[in-house]
């Protein structure tokens, strides 16, 4: 398998970098085995234990979390799922298009969100690091030919 990286932009804008590159692929839709949407990593969340811990988007909707977690990579159901992130990210613009997408990230519900307050020196660095390895675990384990990336049995696939 191979990786490609999509640094998309304006998602608050109609996700117009995605919608860009779905129409135009680099692979072909019909090959690409998953979207691992990476955002919001860079501020530590208590929630799922502090810094360089991840959590994951649509955790019941795919296989990919409980295998992460029996691999020894520590990533986390999404703390907030009546925030909905699954479907209000990149990723599921991706789902939409039949591809399994999922977002990882570290979101901890902070006043900057979208404000102008939201700045580089917001960041925590070692955070930002280690959850950056825990990712970089998960797509390594993603990349494995014999790993399987596919929907949980009985999952119904959204109409757009």
């Not at 680099?26 to 998953?34: A, F, G």
């Not at 990919?64 to 909905?84: K, Q, S, T, W």
């Not at 399994?100 to 020196?121: I, K």
Request: proline share 5%.
């Amino acid at each position: 398998r191979e990786v490609v990286v999509l640094l998309a932009t304006g998602e608050e804008k109609g996700l117009i970098g995605t919608e860009y590159y779905l129409d135009h692929p680099v692979v072909p839709l019909d090959r690409t085995v998953c979207n691992l949407n990476i955002e919001m990593i860079g501020r530590a969340d208590a929630t799922i234990g502090g810094a360089g811990k991840v959590w994951y988007t649509g955790p019941d909707e795919t296989t990919l979390l409980a295998d992460f977690n029996d691999a020894g990579i520590p990533v986390a159901r999404d703390p907030y799922p009546e925030m909905n992130y699954y479907r209000r990210s990149d990723n599921y613009a991706f789902v939409l298009k039949g591809v399994v997408g999922q977002s990882f990230s570290t979101y901890d519900l902070h006043q900057d969100y979208h404000r102008v307050t939201d700045e580089v020196e917001t960041l925590d660095g070692a955070h930002l690091a280690a959850a950056t390895r825990v990712c970089l675990e998960a797509v390594r384990m993603t990349l494995s030919p014999d790993q399987d990336v596919s929907w949980v049995e009985g999952f119904k696939l959204p109409i757009r």
